[in-house]
């Protein structure tokens, strides 16, 4: 494959971790476009010869920055419409668009950018950080782009298809915004083990590692998360007590789904 000429719209926390991923991808040969106003963060970026770094689009264009081979839209839903109208010369017929921003269909994107423009979407989360997300990635492009679309995302985790672009709402609700539902339940954990009489760190400290230890022995093993609990759970024992209330009618799969249809709902509106 020839070398890649990629612009990244937008360099914030997912921007930085998917731009540190393609950096350390030694089968990714790429050059770099970053426009990004707050750089404060991104001062591990000096003497990477092939990142050029711009505060906006203008200053990109006035210093002829290359033509790009795909446009990677990383920033919030709400300052799309801006960010695409201040691409200027950066929006040519040759490239395409790769979208990460919850809500944003590409017949919006193309409404904008054209309606021959080649527009996928994706929705990555944050584990990226670490190399541990998970993207999924709805692409009605030509080969090439798909390929590309796809080595982009997996240099920050495992990447799934999604056929159908009406699920990539649900998609964000689920995994997009999924890890926050995590760190919300070791909170709760830690609040919990505190109330039942352990001191504010060691609860803080078994919560956490429950929950990390819970989720490495899921990535471990093939096996139902819903054995997994079986196997845990010894009749008439305190696991059981304490499922009993959390698997009641109003428990925890009832308020799940009450918040990823919350999420969902607003992942529509984003993008109305």
Same mark, same amino acid.
């Given at each position: 494959?020839?070398?890649?000429?990629?612009?990244?719209?937008?360099?914030?926390?997912?921007?930085?971790?998917?731009?540190?991923?393609?950096l350390?991808?030694?089968?990714?040969?790429?050059?770099?476009?970053?426009?990004?106003?707050?750089?404060?963060?991104?001062?591990?970026?000096? $003497?990477?010869?092939?990142v050029? #770094? *711009? @505060? /906006?689009?203008?200053?990109?264009?006035? =210093?002829? +920055?290359?033509?790009?081979t795909?446009?990677v839209?990383?920033?919030?839903?709400?300052?799309?419409?801006?960010?695409i109208?201040?691409?200027?010369?950066?929006?040519?017929?040759?490239?395409?668009y790769?979208?990460?921003?919850?809500?944003?269909?590409?017949?919006?994107?193309?409404?904008?950018?054209?309606?021959a423009?080649i527009?996928?979407?994706a929705?990555?989360?944050?584990?990226?950080?670490? $190399?541990?997300?998970?993207?999924a #990635? *709805? @692409? /009605?492009?030509p080969?090439?782009v798909? =390929?590309? +679309?796809?080595q982009?995302?997996?240099?920050?985790?495992?990447?799934?298809?999604?056929?159908?672009?009406?699920?990539?709402?649900?998609?964000?609700?689920?995994s997009?915004?999924?890890?926050a539902?995590?760190?919300?339940?070791?909170e709760?954990?830690?609040?919990?083990?505190?109330k039942?009489?352990?001191?504010?760190d060691?609860?803080?400290?078994l919560?956490?590692?429950?929950?990390?230890?819970? $989720?490495?022995?899921?990535?471990?093993?093939?096996?139902?998360?819903?054995?997994?609990?079986?196997?845990?759970?010894s009749k008439?024992?305190?696991?059981?007590a304490?499922?009993a209330?959390?698997?009641?009618?109003?428990?925890?799969?009832?308020?799940?789904t009450?918040a990823?249809?919350?999420?969902?709902?607003?992942?529509?509106?984003?993008?109305?």
């Amino acid at each position: 494959m020839a070398q890649q000429q990629i612009t990244l719209l937008g360099c914030g926390k997912m921007g930085s971790a998917m731009l540190e991923g393609w950096l350390a991808d030694t089968n990714l040969d790429a050059n770099f476009t970053i426009i990004e106003p707050h750089q404060t963060h991104l001062g591990w970026l000096q $003497g990477q010869k092939s990142v050029r #770094l *711009y @505060a /906006d689009c203008a200053a990109a264009n006035a =210093d002829g +920055a290359p033509v790009s081979t795909m446009i990677v839209l990383a920033v919030k839903p709400q300052m799309m419409d801006d960010a695409i109208a201040g691409l200027g010369d950066m929006k040519h017929a040759d490239c395409a668009y790769l979208s990460i921003a919850a809500g944003i269909s590409t017949g919006w994107l193309k409404q904008r950018l054209g309606d021959a423009a080649i527009v996928i979407r994706a929705m990555p989360n944050t584990p990226a950080a670490i $190399g541990k997300g998970i993207t999924a #990635l *709805y @692409a /009605d492009a030509p080969n090439q782009v798909c =390929d590309l +679309a796809s080595q982009l995302l997996a240099a920050v985790g495992q990447v799934v298809h999604v056929q159908d672009e009406a699920l990539m709402d649900g998609v964000t609700a689920l995994s997009g915004s999924g890890p926050a539902y995590v760190f919300l339940l070791v909170e709760a954990m830690t609040e919990a083990g505190i109330k039942a009489g352990i001191p504010d760190d060691l609860a803080a400290e078994l919560a956490k590692a429950t929950v990390c230890g819970a $989720g490495a022995l899921m990535a471990a093993v093939d096996t139902a998360p819903a054995i997994l609990r079986e196997n845990v759970t010894s009749k008439g024992g305190t696991t059981a007590a304490a499922l009993a209330v959390l698997m009641a009618d109003d428990g925890l799969a009832s308020l799940m789904t009450k918040a990823v249809t919350a999420a969902k709902a607003r992942s529509i509106e984003l993008g109305e």
